[in-house]
């Protein structure tokens, strides 16, 4: 199994920045990538931001320019640093691990994705 344990959410103003952490543990191998989506009250969740395991990353256009993805390998730690926050920014941002399928340790595991329990930002106008 894998755990992630976010933190960092929060409340803050309208042009204030937030930086949330997410933090993997367990059976961590053949990661594909490490990301951040948002869910708000009556919309479905979706993506924020990926990094792959080389690094690569990917936004959703409403965060490009603002938000920044990046992680600590050595720590099993993907980081958000959101600037420049708006009142649509308010969600219920939640941490993914997709791992890919292979084999460790004399087991084969199929590919999965892991979600961390959500943490919470509003951003008040």
């Known amino acids: 199994q894998v755990q992630l344990v976010e933190s960092g959410g929060g409340l803050v103003q309208a042009g204030g920045s937030l930086r949330l952490s997410c933090t993997a543990s367990?059976?961590?191998?053949?990661?594909?990538?490490m990301g951040w989506y948002r869910q708000a009250p009556g919309k479905q969740r979706g993506l924020v931001a990926t990094?792959?395991?080389?690094?690569?990353?990917n936004y959703a256009d409403s965060v490009k320019g603002r938000f920044t993805i990046s992680r600590d390998n050595a720590k099993n730690t993907v980081y958000l640093q959101m600037n420049s926050l708006r009142p649509e920014d308010t969600a219920v941002y939640y941490c993914n691990l997709d791992r890919n399928a292979g084999w460790y340790s004399g087991t084969y595991y199929f590919q999965r994705s892991f979600w961390g329990q959500g943490t919470q930002v509003t951003v008040s106008s």
């Open positions: 990094i792959t395991s080389g690094g690569s990353t």
């Open positions: 367990g059976n961590i191998f053949n990661i594909n990538a």
